[in-house]
């Protein structure tokens, strides 16, 4: 059994990466076919964030106002090259808040002071 965490509105969904070279960490977006929420897209970078902040917490340009932010999740996976399975009525996944995200790697343990600790 998979376990998912969270949708919650303060976290941000890093799809994108703004540096080319990074490798892109979600390897499958898990999501509910009913799933929906607001959010806001850096028209820059492609930088998506559920809080409704007015400009990019990654370039710094302003956001633009996304009703639905599904469509946006799915295009910004398969441009980078992330499957994406669409779940159909699971009560776990509706418990976590309708979307999910596998992935390849965690960006937050390649940092320099990981890297120095080794």
């Known amino acids: 059994m998979l376990s998912f965490e969270k949708w919650h509105p303060a976290f941000t969904i890093q799809l994108y990466q ?4 990074r490798p892109i960490e979600v390897q499958t977006l898990l999501m509910l076919r009913s799933f929906k929420a607001e959010a806001v897209e ?3 970078c492609r930088h ?3 809080r409704m902040v007015k400009t990019c ?7 633009r106002e996304l009703s ?4 946006a999740l799915v295009d910004l996976a398969l441009r980078n090259g992330a499957d994406i399975r669409f779940i159909d009525g699971d009560p ?5 808040g309708h979307v999910a995200a ?3 790697f965690r960006a937050d343990q390649n940092t320099a002071e990981k890297k120095m600790a080794v």
């Open 68 to 71: 639905d932010v599904s469509d």
């Open 102 to 104: 596998l992935l390849r």
């Open 18 to 21: 703004p540096i080319p070279t």
């Open 57 to 63: 917490a990654v370039c710094a340009h302003e956001t």
């Open 92 to 96: 776990d996944m509706e418990k976590a």
């Open 48 to 50: 998506l964030d559920t």
């Open 42 to 44: 850096c028209p820059n």
